[in-house]
């Protein structure tokens, strides 16, 4: 064998051993889901009490894997949904989305059941519409939540837990019809961990009805953003090949040192060290993203892609692909929070 090729047969052999692909979380802003008319200043909100005949979660909770049963759950309930509903109302007002956000009372429908959920009259939605001097309406049209605890095991501390299921509808006064209808699942868990993943002592996480509470306003406040700008978190891949180099780019990946990593990954970016300079390519533009310059990411995106294909990989491929959607999504909420901010300058 020539001496020559040997480096480069040690780094095929090596990469086809061992290559490891991790998560990483970027915290990204992104517009709301909705886009609100600019003539609508105001929106009313409003709880349909609408249950399913199988929704009994609000009559239970788990203890110590021990189904118990719930005291007063319809006082629970309405405590619940206020906490939701003006979660919801003030983070629409604090985040300018509307003018005024007037909540309608627990009571104002009483609770009723059914196989499936109808919309409401138009006349219906016109009236309450009108009664709160409201350009929209927010229903929440069913909700349930369910709490678990989870004893100490194997020095993992106690871990209290809640799981809400929340059925919104948006109406438009105009013609009383139905604009969307959005099911959101939440969970929300205390286990006493901090964010650096270290566990605090004597730490107690909320009781039952506590947790069920702050549950509920987060849900709430999940569905707020769907209308204005905000931070949110989505995961991107990296690939970590079995090489010093990589795992020492992995290392300034996760500490914010991207110059440092992007320096290690451009010595394989060549095409002589073969499918080691896909993940080289690829992660590259994992970290020119992370800076900003989302051109020179889809420069580096498109050369891990056209590697990709001349060796016909296809799992390399599906990742790009899977990747190369996430920054068009991006690339056009940006076009969008631009043409939003230019419309709102005054």
Not at 242 to 258: I, V
Request: net charge negative.
């Amino acid at each position: 064998m020539n001496p020559k090729y040997l480096p480069a047969l040690l780094l095929v052999l090596l990469y086809s051993s061992c290559t490891v692909y991790h998560e990483y979380q970027i915290e990204v802003y992104k517009p709301g889901e909705l886009l609100i008319p600019p003539n609508i200043e105001n929106a009313a909100v409003v709880y349909r009490n609408f249950k399913y005949p199988g929704d009994t979660l609000q009559n239970y909770y788990k203890d110590n894997s021990q189904l118990k049963e719930a005291q007063n759950p319809a006082n629970i309930d309405s405590l619940l949904i206020s906490s939701c509903l003006n979660e919801l109302a003030f983070n629409l007002k604090n985040n300018n989305t509307f003018s005024e956000v007037p909540v309608f009372p627990y009571y104002t429908f009483e609770r009723h059941t059914g196989e499936h959920l109808p919309d409401l009259p138009a006349n219906l939605v016109s009236r309450l519409s009108e009664d709160a001097n409201a350009g929209l309406l927010i229903t929440l049209e069913t909700y349930s939540s369910f709490f678990s605890t989870f004893p100490v095991t194997f020095g993992t501390p106690q871990t209290n837990e809640v799981v809400s299921v929340a059925v919104w509808g948006i109406y438009n006064p105009k013609d009383g019809a139905l604009i969307e209808r959005k099911t959101m699942i939440d969970t929300i868990y205390w286990n006493g961990y901090n964010e650096e993943g270290n566990s605090q002592q004597n730490y107690n996480p909320p009781p039952r009805l506590k947790a069920l509470e702050l549950a509920s306003a987060m849900a709430g406040e999940n569905f707020a953003k769907r209308f204005y700008a905000s931070w949110q978190t989505e995961n991107r891949m990296y690939s970590v090949p079995p090489l010093p180099d990589f795992s020492d780019a992995a290392f300034y990946l996760e500490e914010g040192k991207w110059d440092e990593a992007i320096a290690l990954w451009r010595k394989y970016t060549d095409d002589r060290n073969g499918k080691m300079a896909i993940d080289a390519r690829y992660n590259l533009a994992l970290a020119y993203e992370m800076k900003d310059d989302l051109e020179a990411a889809e420069k580096w995106l498109a050369a891990a892609h056209k590697l990709a294909k001349s060796y016909r990989s296809k799992s390399n491929i599906q990742m790009i692909q899977l990747y190369q959607k996430a920054l068009d999504k991006r690339q056009r909420d940006i076009l969008i929070l631009e043409q939003l901010n230019h419309e709102n300058k005054p």
